[in-house]
Structures are given as structure tokens and as C-alpha cells.
């Protein structure tokens, strides 16, 4: 079992730039494809990005391609989220997870492992 903790949210204006960082404590980090999922107020929890177990394959929601970057550090066991452009919709908890998997899954069944989650506001 991997533990994580989401560090980097805040309040931000729209337009502007947040980078989210997600701290994994155990020796399997690496071994794990990774994602990042959000909940806004009264909404399902909804992928964003998830990352493979090397990071040398991503995949994005439709509704962040091209705004936010997912990223790793296996050495650092860290996970990352570049949110740029935000927007006013962008409001949510956001989580990290890892997978059971190695590679990229999209299925939020297919994460094992949760973070608490940390705020992000988006005024316009």
C-alpha cells in the first residue's frame, strides 16, 4: 500500500497557474501508473490526468488537454500537476491515487491508493 499527501492548492485567480504536488511514502511509488482526479461541490469524482509507472506515457481529460501537465519523480517519489490557464470550472478537490496497474488506466476502480485531497478555488 502506497500513502499520499496533496500539497499546493489555493486560491487563484482565473487565468493564473497552480502546481500540485503529491508525496508517496513507501518503497513501490515507482512500480505504479499514477492519476490525478478532482471533486467539485454536489459532482462525481472525475479523472484528470494519469501518468505510467516510467512517465513516459500520459493521458489527459478532454476538459484540461493542453492546460495541465502531469509529471514524476520516481526518485523523489513525488507526483506533480502543472495547472495553467485555470479556470473558474477547474474548482475542486483534487486527488492524487495510485493504481494497481503500471500502466495508464482511466477507471477510477482501478486506483487503490488515495491521497486526502487539497482545495483548489478559481475566481473569475
Known amino acids: 500500500q502506497v500513502q499520499l499527501v496533496e500539497s499546493g492548492g489555493g486560491w487563484v485567480q482565473a487565468g493564473g497557474s497552480l502546481r500540485l504536488s503529491c508525496a508517496a511514502s513507501?518503497?513501490?511509488?515507482?512500480?505504479?501508473?499514477m492519476g490525478w482526479f478532482r471533486q467539485a461541490p454536489g459532482k462525481e469524482r472525475e479523472f484528470v490526468a494519469a501518468?505510467?509507472?516510467?512517465?513516459?506515457?500520459?493521458y489527459y481529460a478532454d476538459s484540461v488537454l493542453g492546460r495541465f501537465t502531469i509529471s514524476r519523480d520516481n526518485a523523489k517519489n513525488t507526483l506533480y500537476l502543472q495547472m495553467n490557464s485555470l479556470k473558474p470550472e477547474d474548482t475542486a478537490v483534487y486527488y492524487c491515487?495510485?493504481?494497481?496497474?503500471?500502466?495508464?488506466?482511466?477507471?477510477?476502480?482501478?486506483?487503490?491508493?488515495w491521497g486526502q485531497g487539497t482545495q483548489v478555488t478559481v475566481s473569475s
Open positions: 513507501g518503497r513501490t511509488f515507482s512500480s505504479h501508473a
Open positions: 491515487a495510485a493504481s494497481w496497474s503500471s500502466e495508464i488506466v482511466v477507471d477510477i476502480t482501478s486506483y487503490s491508493s
Open positions: 501518468i505510467s509507472w516510467i512517465g513516459d506515457s500520459t
